[in-house]
C-alpha cells in the first residue's frame, strides 16, 4: 500500500478516504482559499523549536482519562483556553505549509490543510509533565510487554490546521522509533480551538480498506484543551478528520513514547 511521509517520524499508510455514519462521508479534498475565512495565509512553515521554554502551562490536579474505544482515551482540561492561545498563536504566527496528496486513486488519503512541523523537546515535556497529564495517564496505557512503559511525548511535534471544507482523508498512523531511544505507540492530539462545527475525528471498522461505505465505530469532537490518544502502528484504527463547517479547528499532532526500563 502506497505511503505518505511524514516530517517527524511518522508515516500515513492510506486508504479509501470514503467514511459513513452519524454525520456523512469524507469528501474530496477542497483548495483553500482566502478572504472568505477558508484559507489561511501565511509564510512558510518553520523547522525549529515553537514555544521551547516560554511555554510554562499550570499543573492540573483533576484530569480525568475516559475510554472513548478500543485503546483509545480522552483527557479534558490539559491546557487552559489562554495555554491553547499560547500554542496555536505561535504557530499562526510562524506559518503553515499546505499538506495535500494525490488522492484515493493513487491509494492516499484525500488530504487538504495547514501543517507545521517543530521539533521541541521543551514544550513535549512541558504538555506531559507539567500539566500533570502523565500522572493521569500512564497508569491508564500501561506498560507493554514485561519491561516498557510510557516516559513521554515525541519532540517532533506538528500542529495542524484544518479551515473550512478541510480534511485529512481515512487513514492509518504508523509507529516510529524516536532518535535517542524509545518508540511510539500511541498518537497523541492536543486540540487547541473549540467552537467548531464538523471536524471531528472519526474512527472506523478495518473494512474500511475494502469498501466505500465503511462503519463508524466512534468520534471525537474538538474541543480546546483535550487531549485524544490512540494507539498506532500495527493496531491503528482508521481513522479521519472530517471536514470543518464553521470555525477552525487547530490541533498539536505527537506521540506517546515507550521506552525501556
Same mark, same amino acid.
Given at each position: 500500500?502506497?505511503? &505518505?511521509?511524514?516530517? @517527524?517520524?511518522?508515516?500515513?499508510?492510506? @486508504?479509501?478516504?470514503?467514511?459513513?455514519?452519524?454525520?456523512?462521508?469524507?469528501? =474530496?479534498?477542497?483548495?483553500?482559499?482566502?478572504?472568505?475565512?477558508? @484559507?489561511?495565509?501565511?509564510?512558510?512553515?518553520?523547522?525549529?523549536?515553537?514555544?521551547?521554554?516560554?511555554?510554562?502551562?499550570?499543573?492540573?490536579?483533576?484530569?480525568?482519562?475516559?475510554?472513548?474505544?478500543?485503546?483509545?482515551?480522552?483527557?479534558?482540561?490539559?491546557? +487552559?483556553?489562554?495555554?491553547?492561545?499560547?500554542?496555536?498563536?505561535?504557530?499562526? =504566527?510562524?506559518?503553515?505549509?499546505?499538506? #495535500?496528496? *494525490?488522492?484515493?486513486?493513487?491509494?492516499?488519503?484525500?488530504?487538504?490543510?495547514?501543517?507545521?512541523?517543530?521539533?521541541?523537546?521543551?514544550?513535549?515535556?512541558?504538555?506531559?509533565?507539567?500539566?500533570?497529564?502523565?500522572?493521569?495517564?500512564?497508569?491508564?496505557?500501561?506498560?507493554?510487554?514485561?519491561?516498557?512503559?510510557?516516559?513521554?511525548?515525541?519532540?517532533?511535534? *506538528?500542529?495542524?490546521?484544518?479551515?473550512?471544507?478541510?480534511?485529512?482523508?481515512?487513514?492509518?498512523?504508523?509507529?516510529?522509533?524516536?532518535?535517542? %531511544?524509545?518508540?511510539?505507540?500511541?498518537?497523541?492530539?492536543?486540540?487547541? +480551538? %473549540?467552537?467548531?462545527?464538523?471536524?471531528?475525528?472519526?474512527?472506523?471498522?478495518?473494512?474500511?480498506?475494502? $469498501?466505500?461505505?465503511?462503519?463508524? +465505530?466512534?468520534?471525537? =469532537?474538538?474541543?480546546?484543551?483535550?487531549? &485524544?490518544?490512540?494507539?498506532?502502528?500495527?493496531?491503528?484504527?482508521? $481513522?479521519?478528520?472530517? =471536514?470543518?463547517?464553521?470555525?477552525?479547528?487547530?490541533?498539536?499532532?505527537?506521540?506517546?513514547?515507550? #521506552?525501556?526500563?
Amino acid at each position: 500500500m502506497a505511503q &505518505l511521509a511524514f516530517v @517527524g517520524c511518522v508515516a500515513g499508510r492510506m @486508504g479509501r478516504s470514503k467514511g459513513g455514519g452519524k454525520g456523512g462521508k469524507v469528501p =474530496a479534498a477542497a483548495s483553500a482559499s482566502s478572504g472568505d475565512g477558508r @484559507g489561511f495565509v501565511a509564510p512558510p512553515a518553520v523547522v525549529g523549536s515553537l514555544l521551547g521554554d516560554a511555554f510554562r502551562p499550570s499543573r492540573k490536579h483533576a484530569i480525568e482519562v475516559e475510554a472513548v474505544g478500543p485503546e483509545a482515551f480522552v483527557a479534558r482540561g490539559v491546557l +487552559t483556553p489562554g495555554e491553547c492561545d499560547a500554542i496555536r498563536s505561535a504557530a499562526d =504566527a510562524r506559518g503553515y505549509s499546505h499538506a #495535500t496528496s *494525490r488522492g484515493a486513486r493513487y491509494g492516499e488519503a484525500d488530504r487538504n490543510h495547514g501543517r507545521a512541523n517543530y521539533e521541541d523537546p521543551s514544550l513535549a515535556n512541558a504538555i506531559w509533565e507539567r500539566t500533570g497529564l502523565a500522572d493521569a495517564l500512564v497508569p491508564i496505557l500501561g506498560p507493554l510487554g514485561r519491561d516498557s512503559s510510557p516516559t513521554g511525548l515525541n519532540p517532533a511535534v *506538528r500542529v495542524y490546521r484544518y479551515a473550512i471544507g478541510e480534511v485529512f482523508g481515512a487513514h492509518y498512523d504508523d509507529a516510529n522509533r524516536v532518535a535517542g %531511544g524509545g518508540n511510539t505507540e500511541f498518537t497523541f492530539l492536543l486540540y487547541l +480551538t %473549540g467552537n467548531v462545527v464538523g471536524g471531528e475525528t472519526v474512527f472506523y471498522r478495518d473494512a474500511l480498506l475494502a $469498501h466505500d461505505d465503511a462503519k463508524e +465505530t466512534f468520534r471525537v =469532537a474538538p474541543e480546546a484543551g483535550k487531549v &485524544l490518544v490512540f494507539r498506532h502502528g500495527a493496531r491503528c484504527p482508521p $481513522h479521519a478528520s472530517l =471536514a470543518v463547517e464553521r470555525g477552525t479547528k487547530v490541533v498539536l499532532r505527537s506521540d506517546v513514547v515507550y #521506552t525501556r526500563r
